[in-house]
């Protein structure tokens, strides 16, 4: 099992609509969590972080995290076209290294 | 504004020659950085993780003798590519940790673009 997985999509939505992006994650001792957005041909941006269990609304943006479930995910409101992106979940589990999940493509419809 | 700075953002190198890439950490100090290559459309993959005043610590198939890093600050990393090759072309990408209260968090350099011709 992948230490962070995230479906690799593409996820579709039109624009207006919420998007939802999951990730699952393997190691209890994550402390702290994190989304980034990473448009083609950039580096990733971090949009998010969340180290409680429950919710984190930032904008448009809202990190849930459950940590007996053992997943973290993103809600994007109104979505955009201009939200079309990858998005990564990361996690530290306390120590130097941020494990990151290979990334959900979403595509905002206009 | 950007908490870590690349440069340069693009280069496009000969075969056979070498290329540095920096990586610096601004109004902050990170012990630990890190360099990440990413081919198109794929999966960031990290490289090494670059350690102040110590040796990187490569990752599983990544030679240490063709990409030298070194972490001689606490705010600037350099990658160089030695005896570049066609192959090397990529999207080369570092992060730096950035100590918090809740703990560590990890900011992305712009990333430069690496052509070998």
């Known amino acids: 099992q992948k230490e962070v997985e995230q479906n690799s999509g593409p996820l579709s939505v039109p624009e207006g609509a919420i998007a939802s992006l999951n990730c699952t994650y393997s190691d209890r001792g994550s402390q702290s969590f994190f989304w980034y957005r990473q448009y083609s041909g950039k580096s990733p941006e971090l949009i998010m972080s969340i180290y409680s269990n429950g919710d984190k609304e930032d904008g448009r943006f809202t990190a849930q995290l459950n940590k007996a479930s053992q997943y973290v995910s993103l809600l994007i409101r109104d979505s955009q076209p201009s939200d079309s992106a990858t998005y990564l979940c990361a996690l530290n589990t306390g120590g130097f290294k941020t494990i990151f999940g290979a990334g959900t493509r979403l595509f905002v419809k206009a | 504004g950007a908490v870590v700075s690349q440069h340069p953002s693009w280069v496009i190198c000969k075969s056979g020659t070498s290329v540095k890439i920096e990586c610096r950490s601004l109004?902050?100090?990170?012990?630990?950085m890190f360099w990440y290559r990413q081919f198109p459309k794929q999966s960031l993959m990290l490289m090494a993780t670059?350690?102040?005043?110590?040796?990187?610590?490569?990752e599983q198939g990544v030679e240490k003798d063709k990409f030298l890093i070194n972490h001689a600050s606490l705010t600037l990393s350099t990658l160089t590519v030695t005896s570049a090759h066609p192959e090397d072309s990529s999207f080369y990408i570092c992060s730096a940790d950035m100590p918090g209260g809740s703990g560590n968090t990890i900011y992305f350099g712009e990333g430069s673009w690496l052509t070998v011709v």
């Open positions: 670059s350690n102040e005043g110590s040796k990187a610590t490569y």
């Open positions: 109004d902050f100090q990170a012990t630990t």
